[in-house]
Structure formats: C-alpha cells, structure tokens
C-alpha cells in the first residue's frame, strides 16, 4: 500500500461523513459505522464516496486525490495531467487545488447528487464517458486490493479482485485462479516470467505514428480498451502489484508505406514496462493493428474495479499462415451492411485477414456493377437487397481499417442461374427443376435447387463476362480475384442446343470448359490479378483443364472436397492452394438438407435397410454432415501428409459459411466460435511446444474468449456451459 491519507484530506472526508454518512451508506447497503474509518485508511472512503457520485475518470473530483499524497512522482504527474484534461467538465463534487493539496467540502454538491440518486438498487452503474474506469474505482484498488463489506453485498475474498461489486462478483475463489492471461490466437511467444498487472491509468493513451488506417485503429482500440470492461470469468490471480499505472502505448513502424495484400509482414512485437509505459513495434501497419488487439486482450476488469493490465509482459507474434479466412456466401440469402462488417470485424479481433465475399450465385446477383446494371437490377431479390458500388467502397475500406482484406468471388461458368434474369439468352438450363422426374443423380442439372451456367459458345458470354471482370476489379483493389469454376453439371451443358451441336462434332465438355477459361483468365491476369479457382476447375473427374490453361505462378486453386487428398493432388501439381475442406471447415454441414417434400424424413422406427438417413449414423440429409464442432475446426492440420516443400505452398485456410440455411439472424452463431478456432490454428497452430496437440488447453482459453467476444457485440454460440468454465478439467472426456 502506497497511498497514505495526510491530516488535511482526512479531516474533510470524516466532515463529509458525519453530513452525509447516512446517505452513502444507504446507497452502499452499508451502515454509517461500516464507514467510519481510522485516518489511515480513509482512502477507501474517498473511493466509496467517489463510486456513489459516479464520476468519469477526468472529472475535476479526481483531482483532489492528489492531496492525499503519494509516493509515486509518475503517479502524481499523472494526477496532474488530469487536472489538465478535466478543464472542460463543469460539473464538481469538491473543489481542489492540487499545488497544496487542500481539500474545500462542497457539501452541496454531494447532498444534491446523492438525493439525485434512483431508489431500490445498489449497484454501481459505470460511467458512460470514454474513459475507462472512475477515479474513485482507480484509486481504491491501489489503495487496497482485499474486498469490503456485508458479504451479503460483496464478494469476497478473491485476491484477484479491486472492489467486489453486487451482481458483478468474479466467479471464482483466488484458490481456484490461474497467473495466465487469455489472448486468442494464442501469440507465438509470450513470456510473462513475473506475472504482475498495474492499473491502466484513467488518462491513458496510444501514441502512433501518422497513417490514415493506422490511426483509425487506434481510436478505435482506444475507446474499445476504455470502454468494453471486460470481466474474464477466470481471471488471473495478480494482484496490482505495480504503483505506477500504464499511461501511454507508443507505437513504432518501420515502413509505413506498404499496402494491405497477400503476404504482407503482419509481425509485431509488444513489451509493457513496470514504470508505466508500453511499446509496440512492427515492421507494418498491418502488423501493428494485430499487436493493437494483443494489447486490448491483456486489458481486464474484476468486479465493476478499475482496469487493470498485465505487465512485465513481453510477446512476439506472427501468423504461421499469410491467408485466413472466412468465406460468406451472400447470394442464397442477403446479409445487409451491418452484418457483413460485423463479421469483418470479429474477423480482426480474430486476426483473420482475409473477408471471401461469395457474393453472386444461381439464386441472386446482389451486386451493382456499374457496366452491368441489368444484372442485379433483374437478378438480385429486390432493390433492398443489392450491394452499390458505394456499398462495395464502404466494405472495403471497413476492412482496411481492421486489416482485412476483401477478396471478391463472382462464380463462373456454373451457379449462374441468376444471370438469366436479364441475360437469358447466355445461361443454359436456366430456371428448369434442378432434378428431372425420374432421372439419377448422375443425369442432375445441378447439385441443388437453382439451375444455370454460362454458354462459352456465346460470343454476348464473353462480352459480358469480361464488363464483370473489369467492374470487378474497378471496385475491389485486392489482388485476388476468385472466379468460381466448381460444380459444372454436365447434364445443364448438354441441355442447349448449341452445345449438342458442339458434342456432336467431336466436342468435350473439358474443352467447352478450357474455352471458357481461355477467354478469362488472360483478362483477369492482364489487370494484375491473382486468379482464384474452386478445385474442380483441375481435379473434377467429369470436366475440366489442363495446366496449360492456369499458369502456376497467377493462379491459386481452393481445395473443398476429400481432405487431405485433394491438399495433396494440387500440391503436388504446383499449385498453390487454400484450404477449405469440407470435412473440417464447412459451417453449414450438418443442419440436415434444405430440400422439401422429402419423404425420407417420415420414417417413426427406422430407415431403409442399408440406407442410413434419420438413424444408425445417417447425415439427416446433410451431404456434408456431420456438423463441424470447433474441436473438429481446431485438429485440422491443413498441411497433413505434404512434404516440407509441398507445404510451402499451402497459403492458408477458410472457414466458410454457405447460406442455404443460414441468413443474419443465425450467422454469428454459424461462424463465431468455430471460426476462431480455425483462426488460432492458422496464427500459431494448434500445437503445444513438444508438438503436442493443445485442443484441451484450449477450451477453457476459446470458452473465455467466446464470452469476451459476446461482450464486443458478437452473437457467437457457447461450447460449454458455464459450469464447465468455473470448474476446469470437470467437463472432459479425459480429466
């Protein structure tokens, strides 16, 4: 304890008791003798008496506290700086001058704000200012780090706790704590050799370098840190063991200049001093806005205290992989703006970088293209459900600001039902019942309900396709451009005459296909583009192209179908590839299958023999089932059976979210937090030092920040219950 109460300040706050005891006390739920404390301990009245009159953090109150002296010379400085900052607020409690020290009762003031106060609660409600905590908060929990009080009102004792309020105690005893500090993706390397953590100064503040996105981060991450009090449901069993308070995070670039793209330098390194100082280093921009939200993670609240943050800490991070993504499909159902930046930005806090907007498919084009119009204005769901160009600006810089980039996928040949709507006379086998009457699966016109490609044959194909391209890239500055190429149904090609005709000649599917890709790829390429392809474009068994047509040095293949396998098929061709398995990454399996009158749900004992559906293991319908739980996500090693140098050429990993069944009101559930844990395996993997996988560590780590992340606005679903998380290893299969 370094505070010490001199006589001065003392003596006013035992006159401010004996007026108004009575009434701080009923507020507290404390009786006036339980506030009656010796001079040497009346700094945790000051505290009391400064939680009741709500004050922000800068308010002119907090200035008389620099009276009650302190061994600190930061600290007081500190106190000093605020005196500086609170020249703008009008309202006062008491009326200070910290040079002497002296101490004026307005004990007007504080009868009226008390009187003021709602009836019928106890709690106390946090200031709304952007700073983060009160000064009374603050300097009770330098003042004393045990809970006080009826214990009926308090919860105590926890050594991890500042001031244990009603309805916002810590859940755990300090016997059942851990001296670990949560961060997700776990970094690279942390060491935290002499856990400690100070309080975060009231006056607290990032430093950084001029940049446009780079300080649109920074405020952001400022206000976040002073406002989002997060109260871990386990948190570290530090006390506040460092008298200064963490005042100021400076921030260091080295090259400010480099953009946002594939492979940029995403490192950062961040060290928090004892004396009350941070610093941030990164090679990039990019690099910072991660260690940003490192240093936010080691921000934390107890029990409606003060902020507090770990210090002596010292971390250096970087991804394992340059892509890691989230591919959301917003054709089969519209997500507006709100919902697509809220997942940019979990996907930051998640230090995902890559946002994959599958945005047109057979069901719907919501995309205005400039060029195009006709597009979205016939094929879209309506004018409420379309993405401007002012929108697509407004995505993509959202994203810039969080570090994400957005690459744009418009899927091609196939899934082009929607084309149709105002190009009918380019879409094949458009708006016809995707399973003809009789016919086999073999003889589908397309893999689900919602028919159409693209006719290569058709000289307006080209035309138009090529107006898409160029809009595309006009909108979207990324330097990926991914142009579909999964699931060409053969039976939907051979429906149009022009086709027949082609077969008939001598003709193959594979070369309709090569046709079509020769006549887009070059343009995609001429306009500096990465070309992204799904997997069948080389793997599929039926059609598809040879290497001539994707040269290996522009083109990246995205592998969706038989694990492993398929990882290894595209490796081994040279190909670079992401990965999106089905078998691990696909959000929407096993939800059962869209399609109606379906008799094969109306089975009351069991299924046909030999055919699992509703029992015995069936997939209840979903071709990709069962559903992927984040243990799945998190076990996925997407570099499983390559060689070192195969590996290399593996550039990341997606998680993605197909909307068949899925729109706003299901998507965060669908994604978040399934999408971290695929987020962690692709930032620092899903191994222990000894290689050992940390899938059980990492639960109680993922519960924890699964609430953090609810706290931040986002819906994600839980794990566990809550039980689990305040009882560690009870809810294993293995303890």
Not at 208 to 234: C, F, G, M, W
Not at 289 to 298: A, H, I, R, V
Not at 531 to 552: C, F, M, N, Q, R
Request: charged share 20%; hydrophobic share 35%; glycine share 8%.
């Amino acid at each position: 304890m370094f505070i010490r109460a001199n006589h001065k300040s003392a003596s006013a706050v035992k006159s401010i008791l004996d007026n108004y005891g009575k009434e701080v006390g009923q507020w507290l739920n404390l009786s006036k003798s339980t506030l009656t404390f010796s001079i040497n301990t009346d700094h945790r009245l000051v505290a009391m008496v400064e939680e009741v009159m709500d004050i922000p953090a800068v308010s002119p109150s907090f200035q008389y506290l620099g009276g009650l002296g302190f061994s600190s010379n930061p600290l007081r400085d500190a106190l000093n700086e605020d005196k500086k900052r609170a020249s703008n607020y009008t309202r006062s409690i008491f009326n200070h001058n910290v040079d002497n020290g002296s101490l004026i009762n307005s004990g007007e003031s504080l009868h009226s704000s008390i009187a003021s106060r709602p009836q019928g609660g106890n709690r106390i409600s946090t200031p709304t200012d952007d700073a983060s905590s009160s000064s009374s908060n603050y300097q009770a929990a330098l003042a004393t780090e045990t809970c006080f009080g009826p214990s009926e009102t308090f919860c105590y004792p926890s050594t991890s706790c500042c001031i244990c309020y009603p309805s916002t105690c810590c859940f755990l005893s300090s016997s059942s704590l851990q001296p670990e500090i949560n961060v997700w993706p776990k970094p690279r390397s942390l060491s935290w050799p002499n856990p400690q953590t100070a309080l975060l100064s009231p006056t607290f503040q990032i430093h950084s370098p001029t940049h446009k996105h780079l300080q649109s981060a920074v405020d952001r991450y400022l206000h976040l840190i002073r406002s989002e009090h997060h109260q871990p449901i386990r948190p570290p069993s530090v006390n506040v063991t460092i008298s200064t308070p963490l005042l100021t995070l400076n921030i260091s670039v080295a090259d400010l200049s480099i953009p946002l793209q594939h492979g940029v330098d995403e490192s950062y390194s961040l060290l928090i001093l004892t004396p009350g100082y941070a610093n941030l280093t990164a090679e990039t921009v990019w690099g910072a806005m991660k260690g940003l939200e490192t240093f936010s993670q080691l921000v934390y609240q107890c029990g409606g205290g003060p902020l507090k943050i770990a210090t002596g800490i010292y971390i250096w991070d970087r991804p394992l992989f340059p892509h890691r993504g989230v591919m959301l499909d917003t054709s089969r159902n519209y997500y507006g703006m709100k919902d697509l930046m809220r997942t940019i930005e979990a996907m930051s806090a998640n230090k995902l970088n890559v946002f994959h907007w599958h945005i047109t498919d057979s069901h719907s084009f919501p995309l205005v293209l400039p060029s195009e119009p006709e597009l979205a204005r016939k094929g879209s769901y309506g004018a409420g459900m379309q993405y401007t160009p002012s929108d697509v600006k407004s995505i993509v810089e959202f994203g810039m600001e969080r570090g994400v980039r957005i690459m744009p996928e418009i899927d091609t040949p196939a899934h082009t039902g929607s084309w149709a709507e105002a190009y009918p006379e380019i879409v094949t086998c458009a708006n016809m019942f995707w399973m003809p009457p009789g016919s086999s699966w073999a003889d589908r016109l397309a893999s689900e309900p919602g028919t159409g490609q693209l006719n290569p044959l058709s000289p307006k194909t080209h035309q138009v396709v090529q107006n898409v391209i160029r809009d595309l890239v006009s909108l979207f500055p990324d330097t990926f451009y991914h142009a579909g190429h999964d699931e060409i149904i053969p039976a939907c090609w051979k429906a149009d005459p022009t086709v027949q005709d082609f077969l008939s000649k001598g003709g193959t599917l594979s070369q309709l296909l090569e046709i079509f890709v020769n006549a887009t790829n070059p343009i995609i390429t001429s306009l500096n583009r990465t070309s992204v392809y799904w997997e069948d474009v080389l793997l599929d068994a039926t059609i598809k192209v040879g290497p001539t047509s994707l040269p290996k040095a522009s083109t990246i293949l995205q592998t969706w179908n038989n694990g492993p396998n398929n990882t290894k098929l595209i490796v081994a061709a040279g190909y670079r590839t992401i990965v999106s398995s089905s078998d691990f990454y696909y959000l929407d399996c096993g939800h059962g299958d869209f399609v109606g009158n379906d008799s094969r749900y109306d089975r009351q004992i069991g299924d046909e023999p030999g055919q699992p559906f509703n029992y015995q293991g069936g997939s209840g319908g979903s071709w990709c089932g069962p559903y992927k739980t984040w243990q799945r996500v998190y076990d996925y090693d997407i570099t499983y059976g390559l060689s070192e140098k195969e590996a290399e050429l593996v550039v990341g990993g997606e998680v993605a979210l197909w909307s068949e069944q899925a729109d706003p009101a299901v998507m965060d559930g669908r994604i978040w937090p399934r999408a971290s844990a695929m987020a962690e395996t692709m930032w620092s993997g899903n191994r222990d030092e000894s290689g050992k996988k940390r899938y059980a560590e990492a639960t109680d780590r993922l519960n924890e920040w699964r609430y953090r992340m609810v706290g931040r606005g986002v819906g994600a679903e839980p794990i566990q219950p809550l039980w689990c998380l305040t009882r560690p290893t009870m809810c294993n299969l293995v303890q």
